[in-house]
């Protein structure tokens, strides 16, 4: 007995071979105040000493003699002295198991009762986690608790009440109340369904969102190169083998559907400098590698169109058959238009040609010299290998602020390849050929092109030819040559023979290039088409008027290359179905052989003109809402048929 009547018992050590204690008493013995002892000793027997705790988890656990025991814990200094320290062990060993109780009390977890619930029939697992391989929340199953030797016996919970200031018969009290339970987690239930996986992780939805599109691959590789051989090298960045995925069976998954371009090794990424001895641009920014992945044949579609719109304020309803012919199976990679006479609203006119693109194309640059109009499309996933775009005007009357007549070109590199456009309207009249020269050569040499673009061959570049500072040429216009044939004799070959090899016997321009007076070195393609000068508006009859106008081909598309077969005509013929003005447009289709660039052209950072871009698109859709108005209109207005 202590000086506070208690019973003070010896530490029990427990034999682990029979699994039994060495030396036995009632457990009710323990910690027990003795004014409380006799009158209830039932109702107290839960009262335990703190440092038996294993010994009771396992009595509890009713676990078999012959499993193995947590080892017994030494026995506290303050019962072997026989002082004051026992009454203080009780009461923290109370605090303990009231904090521990207090988790149950419903007045407690009021706030979170739809997350904790009570059990009390089913045994507590002696798993350390909880949860078991193949077993979930929903098999109802409590959660484990964790072994107790892992757990100081005399810790101090401080969010527990304080029982030093209870009496022993408030204690009972508070005891009687508390009812000891198990806490279970309730099972969580799904918000929604999963997305599906296709055989791994790289599900659908999981997919990089800088997919091609299949409508803007090369149309040229496509036939080439099947879609698996594409897909072989897709992972762009090799960090994605550590931060995504983890199983090799997931890597090659992901290898095979991320993306499409070429894997980076750290090895490359250490020693490659491409800047340093990159004369055939290999490895450059617009070196062969980049040029191979979009263009494996190393050829560009270019799309040419000439008009001379008699300065007409009213545009053509419908442009697609100006740009986007039925009778061709692909669009091109490059549009350029030029405009002579332009209508007098430009803006308006760069709009409805947004509009007719579409969506895959964006405005790379557009210039102006009075009414001549030149516009460049590109398309959007090309123009990164654009370089900075620049442009020059020059006039040829007399009267410079009339800017009638003159030429306004454009000029920029695309990979390693320099391009050149140039629309012009030159001196009309039937005998003005000599004029029609002069304001040739006065072009050629006005020009002031390029500024800071460098020059891709500067061994063949002369100052008094523009031309030859390029690669690639292309000029095109109402250059105003005529047919020296009678309107009679021209209208009867056009009646009889569909063969105008006859007509171009007679023809300024062709004769004039054969002597080598104007475009030196230029090409042009065969002309299978009939005149397309002059024409009354709005029909396909030639001009009735008192002039009586000879039939001629004023409207060219002529292009000079600096490597024999760098440009190949695909197609050479006029949209005869535009007829708002008294010329008929010209279009002219392309292939233009590319070289890899290097890195000192500045690039254009793949500036385009965004406020056209989202003006055309906004109208095509606007279009395209009228046009399904009107034809649920027309339905519902039928009386062929009636549906019931």
């Given at each position: 007995?202590?000086?506070?009547?208690?019973?003070?018992?010896?530490?029990?050590?427990?034999?682990?071979?029979?699994?039994?204690?060495?030396?036995?008493?009632?457990?009710?013995?323990?910690?027990?105040?003795?004014?409380?002892?006799?009158?209830?000793?039932?109702?107290?027997?839960?009262?335990?000493?703190?440092?038996?705790?294993?010994?009771?988890?396992?009595?509890?656990?009713?676990?078999?003699?012959?499993?193995?025991?947590?080892?017994?814990?030494?026995?506290?200094?303050?019962?072997?002295?026989?002082?004051?320290?026992?009454?203080?062990?009780?009461?923290?060993?109370?605090?303990?198991?009231?904090?521990?109780?207090?988790?149950?009390?419903?007045?407690?977890?009021?706030?979170?009762?739809?997350?904790?619930?009570?059990?009390?029939?089913?045994?507590?697992?002696?798993?350390?986690?909880?949860?078991?391989?193949?077993?979930?929340?929903?098999?109802?199953?409590?959660?484990?608790?964790?072994?107790?030797?892992?757990?100081?016996?005399?810790?101090?919970?401080?969010?527990?009440?304080?029982?030093?200031?209870?009496?022993?018969?408030?204690?009972?009290?508070?005891?009687?109340?508390?009812?000891?339970?198990?806490?279970?987690?309730?099972?969580?239930?799904?918000?929604?369904?999963?997305?599906?996986?296709?055989?791994?992780?790289?599900?659908?939805?999981?997919?990089?969102?800088?997919?091609?599109?299949?409508?803007?691959?090369?149309?040229?590789?496509?036939?080439?190169?099947?879609?698996?051989?594409?897909?072989?090298?897709?992972?762009?960045?090799?960090?994605?083998?550590?931060?995504?995925?983890?199983?090799?069976?997931?890597?090659?998954?992901?290898?095979?559907?991320?993306?499409?371009?070429?894997?980076?090794?750290?090895?490359?990424?250490?020693?490659?400098?491409?800047?340093?001895?990159?004369?055939?641009?290999?490895?450059?920014?617009?070196?062969?590698?980049?040029?191979?992945?979009?263009?494996?044949?190393?050829?560009?579609?270019?799309?040419?169109?000439?008009?001379?719109?008699?300065?007409?304020?009213?545009?053509?309803?419908?442009?697609?058959?100006?740009?986007?012919?039925?009778?061709?199976?692909?669009?091109?990679?490059?549009?350029?238009?030029?405009?002579?006479?332009?209508?007098?609203?430009?803006?308006?006119?760069?709009?409805?040609?947004?509009?007719?693109?579409?969506?895959?194309?964006?405005?790379?640059?557009?210039?102006?010299?009075?009414?001549?109009?030149?516009?460049?499309?590109?398309?959007?996933?090309?123009?990164?290998?654009?370089?900075?775009?620049?442009?020059?005007?020059?006039?040829?009357?007399?009267?410079?602020?009339?800017?009638?007549?003159?030429?306004?070109?454009?000029?920029?590199?695309?990979?390693?390849?320099?391009?050149?456009?140039?629309?012009?309207?030159?001196?009309?009249?039937?005998?003005?050929?000599?004029?029609?020269?002069?304001?040739?050569?006065?072009?050629?040499?006005?020009?002031?092109?390029?500024?800071?673009?460098?020059?891709?061959?500067?061994?063949?570049?002369?100052?008094?030819?523009?031309?030859?500072?390029?690669?690639?040429?292309?000029?095109?216009?109402?250059?105003?040559?005529?047919?020296?044939?009678?309107?009679?004799?021209?209208?009867?070959?056009?009646?009889?023979?569909?063969?105008?090899?006859?007509?171009?016997?007679?023809?300024?321009?062709?004769?004039?290039?054969?002597?080598?007076?104007?475009?030196?070195?230029?090409?042009?393609?065969?002309?299978?088409?009939?005149?397309?000068?002059?024409?009354?508006?709005?029909?396909?009859?030639?001009?009735?008027?008192?002039?009586?106008?000879?039939?001629?081909?004023?409207?060219?598309?002529?292009?000079?290359?600096?490597?024999?077969?760098?440009?190949?005509?695909?197609?050479?013929?006029?949209?005869?179905?535009?007829?708002?003005?008294?010329?008929?447009?010209?279009?002219?289709?392309?292939?233009?052989?590319?070289?890899?660039?290097?890195?000192?052209?500045?690039?254009?950072?793949?500036?385009?003109?965004?406020?056209?871009?989202?003006?055309?698109?906004?109208?095509?859709?606007?279009?395209?809402?009228?046009?399904?108005?009107?034809?649920?209109?027309n339905q519902n207005n039928s009386t062929v048929c009636t549906i019931s």
């Amino acid at each position: 007995m202590s000086e506070h009547g208690e019973s003070i018992i010896p530490f029990n050590t427990t034999d682990l071979r029979s699994g039994e204690p060495a030396c036995k008493a009632p457990l009710t013995d323990l910690y027990v105040d003795s004014s409380i002892k006799n009158k209830d000793k039932e109702e107290l027997s839960d009262i335990k000493k703190p440092y038996d705790e294993p010994r009771l988890l396992q009595d509890e656990h009713k676990l078999s003699p012959f499993q193995p025991r947590p080892p017994s814990l030494p026995k506290p200094l303050g019962l072997a002295m026989g002082g004051r320290n026992s009454f203080d062990q009780k009461v923290r060993g109370r605090r303990l198991r009231n904090s521990q109780e207090s988790l149950t009390d419903p007045g407690e977890t009021g706030s979170s009762s739809d997350s904790l619930k009570e059990e009390t029939s089913t045994p507590v697992s002696s798993s350390p986690l909880g949860l078991k391989n193949g077993q979930s929340l929903t098999s109802g199953r409590p959660l484990d608790l964790p072994p107790m030797e892992t757990q100081a016996p005399f810790r101090n919970w401080s969010g527990s009440l304080s029982e030093t200031d209870m009496s022993p018969l408030e204690r009972y009290d508070s005891k009687e109340r508390m009812k000891p339970s198990r806490i279970v987690l309730s099972p969580l239930q799904p918000t929604g369904t999963f997305p599906p996986l296709d055989q791994s992780v790289a599900s659908a939805s999981l997919r990089a969102t800088n997919w091609i599109d299949r409508d803007c691959l090369d149309y040229s590789a496509v036939g080439r190169r099947g879609r698996s051989e594409r897909l072989q090298r897709n992972l762009s960045d090799s960090r994605l083998f550590e931060t995504m995925v983890s199983d090799s069976a997931s890597v090659q998954s992901m290898k095979s559907n991320y993306s499409v371009l070429n894997p980076i090794r750290p090895r490359d990424v250490r020693n490659r400098s491409f800047l340093e001895g990159s004369v055939l641009g290999n490895g450059a920014l617009l070196g062969a590698e980049e040029l191979d992945r979009y263009f494996p044949e190393r050829r560009l579609g270019l799309y040419i169109a000439t008009w001379n719109m008699q300065g007409e304020k009213e545009l053509p309803y419908n442009l697609d058959d100006l740009l986007l012919p039925t009778d061709t199976d692909f669009a091109q990679d490059m549009y350029v238009i030029g405009v002579q006479e332009g209508c007098p609203d430009r803006r308006e006119w760069e709009i409805r040609l947004q509009e007719t693109l579409g969506p895959y194309y964006v405005m790379l640059y557009a210039a102006a010299h009075g009414v001549l109009y030149l516009t460049v499309f590109v398309r959007r996933d090309l123009i990164w290998f654009c370089s900075e775009v620049e442009h020059a005007t020059v006039t040829t009357r007399i009267i410079s602020q009339i800017k009638t007549k003159g030429a306004v070109g454009i000029c920029f590199t695309f990979f390693g390849t320099s391009f050149l456009f140039i629309t012009s309207h030159f001196t009309s009249g039937d005998s003005k050929v000599y004029e029609r020269i002069l304001d040739y050569n006065k072009i050629m040499e006005a020009l002031a092109l390029p500024r800071n673009l460098p020059d891709t061959n500067p061994y063949r570049s002369t100052s008094s030819d523009v031309t030859t500072r390029f690669d690639e040429v292309f000029w095109f216009g109402d250059f105003n040559f005529r047919l020296n044939k009678a309107r009679g004799e021209v209208e009867a070959i056009l009646n009889q023979d569909a063969d105008m090899s006859v007509l171009l016997q007679h023809d300024q321009l062709s004769k004039e290039m054969k002597e080598g007076s104007i475009f030196k070195g230029f090409q042009e393609a065969q002309i299978h088409f009939p005149p397309t000068y002059k024409f009354d508006i709005g029909c396909d009859v030639y001009d009735t008027t008192t002039k009586q106008r000879t039939p001629s081909y004023t409207d060219r598309i002529l292009y000079r290359n600096r490597q024999v077969e760098d440009i190949k005509a695909v197609k050479y013929t006029s949209c005869m179905a535009i007829k708002t003005s008294d010329h008929r447009p010209v279009v002219g289709m392309f292939q233009v052989k590319l070289r890899p660039g290097r890195d000192n052209i500045p690039l254009g950072a793949g500036q385009f003109d965004r406020g056209l871009y989202l003006e055309g698109i906004k109208r095509r859709i606007t279009r395209e809402l009228k046009k399904r108005e009107a034809a649920m209109k027309n339905q519902n207005n039928s009386t062929v048929c009636t549906i019931s």
